[in-house]
């Protein structure tokens, strides 16, 4: 078996500038592994979920995500490796293990035919203290409120994945496990999506998301985790992960190729392929004629001064920050995400 890829050391406090305010671990995930037949589907995952952060888990296409989710929650037992819950061994102890986990694998499994509330009441029956009391709370918190005594095949998809998340609420979780939650919703259902996660997670709630929407995941988590062919290559805050990429500078400018040419003659790197190593969302909005180099952003004002000088006409110029997407792609060699 190779190596396991170093984890990139961060701090353990959570990302994205807010700080944890305990910092305890609600989920432990100690050198994971998982063997089908003869293959190691997971070879080396490591990381940690703390008391009050929003973690998001990315992995490109047959890296091994679902498996761990899977592993995590107990559908699948993990060939080597711990899993910790609030203390609690997963493979020693499941029951106090997952008594204080709520979970979402794949799509929430309502029944249409009943309303909201009833759907609500059905799983309430498998938990102990759930009253009606608590189906209304959980009701008021992902404010379904107004249409909970409707019947659930006339809700829309971003209501049905709100009440999967009451149902996954009702037993009063220390985490929230939550796969692909913004599938499928609209950019409104996203933002509220994403705020209520926040609130979540702000109330002190451990939140393991998963999902292929990096722009998301880089908004709302603290901390990720990226994955690949089974190992965790990266794990840290968001911020702090994506400092280190490049800095990339757009200059729109007339005449294009004598800036192109000034550049180059200050030993300046002229990014000649931006596609290769931009976001799509990034390259929508950059000038055909744009040149893209790279610079760090404190040199700008100098350079503008210098084209002014040579007489060229400066239409605009920007820093492009580094995006998760960036270094999911270096990390992964440009592999597709699931």
């Known amino acids: 078996m190779n190596e396991p890829q170093p984890i990139i050391p961060i701090d353990e406090a959570s990302g994205n500038g807010k700080e944890n305010p305990t910092g305890q671990s609600v989920l432990e995930v100690r050198h994971l592994r998982k063997k089908i037949g003869k293959r190691w589907i997971i070879e080396d995952v490591t990381f940690e979920v ?23 929650v107990d559908l699948i037992k993990p060939t080597e490796g711990t899993i910790e819950i609030c203390g609690y061994d997963i493979r020693r102890q499941p029951e106090q293990a997952l008594a204080r986990v709520g979970a979402i694998v794949e799509n929430p499994e309502v029944y249409p035919y009943l309303t909201g509330w ?15 009391a608590r189906i209304q709370e959980v009701v008021e918190m992902v404010r379904l409120d107004q249409r909970i005594h409707d019947k659930v095949r006339t ?14 609420l009702l037993g009063r979780p220390r985490l929230l496990i939550l796969d692909e939650p913004t ?5 409104k259902g996203i933002k509220e999506m994403r705020d209520f996660i926040r609130r979540l997670a702000d109330q002190g709630m451990a ?15 603290d901390r990720v985790a990226i994955i690949s062919s089974g190992r965790v290559l990266a794990v840290g805050r968001v911020n702090e992960l994506i400092a280190g990429r490049s800095n990339y500078v757009v200059w729109e ?6 800036i192109q ?19 799509d969302s990034v390259m929508a909005g950059i000038a055909e004629d744009a040149v893209i180099c790279q610079m760090d952003g ?20 920007y820093k492009l920050n580094p995006t998760l997407e960036q270094l999911f792609l270096e990390l992964t060699e440009g592999e597709s995400i699931d």
Do not use: W
């Not at 400018?253 to 004598?258: F, L, M, S, V």
């Open 50 to 72: 703390l008391e009050g952060e929003i973690f998001g888990f990315l992995g490109p296409n047959g890296a091994g995500k679902t498996t761990t989710i899977r592993m995590l």
């Open 118 to 132: 009833e759907n609500l009441e059905q799983f309430a029956r498998m938990l102990p203290g759930v009253d009606d």
């Open 155 to 168: 809700y829309s998809l971003g209501m049905r994945q709100r009440l999967g998340i009451a149902q996954a």
């Open 183 to 187: 599938n499928g919703l609209d950019p």
């Open 207 to 221: 939140v393991f998301v998963s999902s292929h929407l990096l722009s998301e995941i880089q908004l709302l988590c």
């Open 253 to 258: 400018a007339e005449p294009g190729n004598r």
């Open 261 to 279: 040419e000034l550049l180059q003659r200050s030993d300046i790197p002229i990014v000649e392929h931006p596609e290769t190593v931009l976001d």
């Open 298 to 317: 404190d040199r700008i004002a100098d350079y503008v001064e210098l084209f002014t000088q040579e007489g060229l006409r400066v239409r605009s110029v």
